[in-house]
């Protein structure tokens, strides 16, 4: 089992920025992929970006590339995310997310066994 702790969200102003933190605890060896999710209100879970555990690969969607930076330290089992530039739509709760396995579809929740709790960021406008 990995347990997954997010932190750092919060309420910003259109254009603010924030960095939120994954932390992970447990069987964190068997840890291939980490992610982050984010979910609006009324909407579906929506893919943000990911990064090999090993060897540090990312992938952003599109509506965030070039604002926000996913990155780790294995040694303190952490994941980071930098958003700049947010913007109103962007508000959503915050989801980290590890996989046990190597899925191509690293885009899509059932891809992930571990999730954390969520953190809320808001951004006005």
Request: glycine residues 10%.
């Amino acid at each position: 089992q990995v347990q997954l702790v997010e932190s750092g969200g919060g309420l910003v102003q259109d254009g603010g920025s924030l960095r939120l933190s994954c932390a992970l605890s447990g069987a964190t060896w068997n840890i291939y992929n980490m992610a982050w999710f984010r979910q609006a209100p009324g909407k579906d879970r929506e893919f943000v970006t990911t990064i090999r555990w090993i060897g540090g690969r990312t992938d952003y969607a599109d509506s965030v590339k070039g604002r926000f930076t996913v990155s780790k330290v294995n040694a303190k089992n952490i994941v980071y995310l930098q958003m700049i530039s947010l913007k109103p739509e962007d508000t959503a709760v915050y989801y980290c997310a590890a996989s046990s396995r190597d899925d191509l579809r690293f885009d899509l929740p059932h891809s992930y066994d571990y999730w954390g709790q969520g953190t809320q960021v808001t951004v006005s406008s």
